[in-house]
């Protein structure tokens, strides 16, 4: 609840948080909360397809955390009929992870106070949140040194994507190779 998410941020603000990053494939992490949210999903006719594949340096239980509320939110504001499009990108210094919906879309002058704590757009009233998603994704991906970028189009939908820095390379590291 609002609680959890509020007692997370503060910790995470805190200099002294450690995370647990490893290396993990992108493809099945992100599978395992798909499948969650496509039950959902299908039953309001909203497609949900995970494209792309490789790994990924972060804390696990930290990704799953920020990919739920992305989904959620995707969820939320796309309409019945609509589609969710998970993409994993690698690149040589980061892997990206883009989460498209065919939503509703973000007016441009909201894009900048997103990841504002308690921010929402006011875009349907029947909408629930609290205004803590983005905030809270963005506090993990600060956690891991990358990015969040937003990117939408009114009544087209909405692209959040995730940047997570590429594990540094070492020569005590056990066989990590470049994909």
Known sequence: GIVDNLLFLARAEGVDRQIKPNVFGARPAIEKIAAYY?????????????????????????FDRALSNLLDNALRFT??????????????????????DT??????????HLCDRFYRVD?????????????LVKSIIDLHGGSVAVASEVDHGTTVTLTFPARARSTSQNNLHAI
């Open 38 to 62: 496509r039950t959902i999903a299908e039953e309001r006719g909203i497609s949900i397809t995970n494209k792309g594949d490789g790994e990924v340096y972060a804390d696990a239980l930290l």
């Open 79 to 100: 309409p019945d009929g609509g589609k969710i499009t998970i993409a994993t990108e690698i690149k040589p210094d980061r892997t990206e992870l883009a989460v498209e």
């Open 103 to 112: 939503g509703c879309g973000i007016p441009p002058q909201h894009l900048p």
């Open 123 to 135: 875009l349907s009233r029947s909408s629930q949140g609290t205004g803590l998603g983005l905030a």
